[in-house]
C-alpha cells in the first residue's frame, strides 16, 4: 500500500517571502498523480497544484511550484511572495492512476504567515 | 452553482445513536468518497462508491455504513459500533472512477460530528 510522510507538523514564514514543505512518499507504481491540497480555517479543502509521475518538468501555479524528484520519491511545494492568505493546513496527497482512484493523505503541515 | 453540500455543518450525537451525514453534488460525478479528519491526521478513506448501487470500504469502514441509490447523493451512517465517532467528516466526488486520466476530486465543505 501506498504512503505518505509530511514531516513538517508546523511552518512559518514572514510575509513575502519563500517557504517550501516537503512531502515524501513510497510507492512501487511507476505511473501515479500527486497533489498538495491547502485546507484554510473554513476547512473547506481547496486543490493548489497536481503532477502527473510521468511528467518530468516540475507543475507550476502562479506563486506555488513544486520540486518533484521520482526516484527520491520526494514532492515539495514551494510558495515564493507568501502572503496572509495562504496561512492553512496543507496536505500532500498520492493517487493511484488504477481502480478507484482514491486519495492517500499526508499528515499535514500547518503553515503561519507572519506579518 | 454546482458544487457539492454537506449537512448538517454540525451535528451532536448522545453515545448509543446511530446518525446520519448527508453528502449531495450537482456535479453529475460518477464517484464519490468519505473521508474522515482527526487532528494531527490526513484525511483517511471511509468508504467510496464508483457507481450508483455499488460501494467499496475504505480503510476504516468499521462502524459506518453507505448507501448510493441515486448518482447525486452518497449518505454516510455513523453506527454505534463506531468506537470513536468524534471527528471532520469530509464528502468528496471526482468526474470517473476508472481510467488513468486524471480526474480531480472536489471536496464538500465538512460536517462536525461531537459525540456527547
Known amino acids: 500500500a501506498q504512503t505518505v510522510t509530511q514531516s513538517q507538523p508546523e511552518m512559518s514564514v514572514q510575509e513575502a517571502e519563500t517557504v517550501t514543505l516537503s512531502c515524501t512518499y513510497d510507492?512501487?507504481?511507476?505511473?501515479?498523480?500527486l497533489f498538495w491540497y491547502k485546507q484554510p480555517p473554513s476547512r473547506q479543502m481547496i486543490l493548489v497544484i497536481r503532477q502527473e509521475a510521468y511528467k518530468q518538468q516540475n507543475a507550476t501555479e502562479n506563486r506555488f511550484s513544486v520540486n518533484f524528484q521520482k526516484a527520491a520519491k520526494s514532492f515539495s511545494l514551494k510558495i515564493s511572495d507568501s502572503q496572509l492568505g495562504d496561512a492553512a493546513m496543507y496536505f500532500c496527497?498520492?493517487?493511484?492512476?488504477?481502480?478507484?482512484?482514491?486519495?492517500?493523505f499526508g499528515q499535514g503541515t500547518r503553515l503561519t504567515i507572519n506579518p | 452553482d454546482g458544487g457539492i453540500t454537506q449537512s448538517p455543518k454540525y451535528l451532536f450525537r448522545k453515545e448509543g445513536q446511530n446518525v446520519t451525514l448527508s453528502c449531495e453534488q450537482n456535479?453529475?460525478?460518477?464517484?464519490m468518497y468519505w473521508y474522515r479528519q482527526d487532528p494531527g491526521q490526513g484525511l483517511r478513506l471511509i468508504y467510496y462508491?464508483?457507481?450508483?448501487?455499488?460501494?467499496q470500504k475504505g480503510d476504516i469502514a468499521e462502524g459506518y455504513s453507505v448507501s448510493r441509490e441515486k448518482k447525486e447523493s452518497f449518505p454516510l451512517t455513523v453506527t454505534s459500533a463506531q468506537k470513536n465517532p468524534t471527528a471532520f467528516y469530509l464528502c468528496?466526488?471526482?468526474?470517473?472512477?476508472?481510467?488513468?486520466?486524471?480526474?480531480?476530486?472536489?471536496f464538500g465543505p465538512g460536517t462536525r460530528l461531537t459525540v456527547l
Open positions: 456535479l453529475n460525478h460518477d464517484a
Open positions: 510507492t512501487s507504481e511507476s505511473d501515479y498523480y
Open positions: 462508491s464508483q457507481i450508483v448501487n455499488d460501494f
Open positions: 496527497a498520492y493517487r493511484s492512476p488504477q481502480g478507484a482512484q482514491k486519495l492517500v
Open positions: 468528496a466526488s471526482s468526474p470517473t472512477a476508472a481510467g488513468s486520466s486524471y480526474n480531480e476530486q472536489f
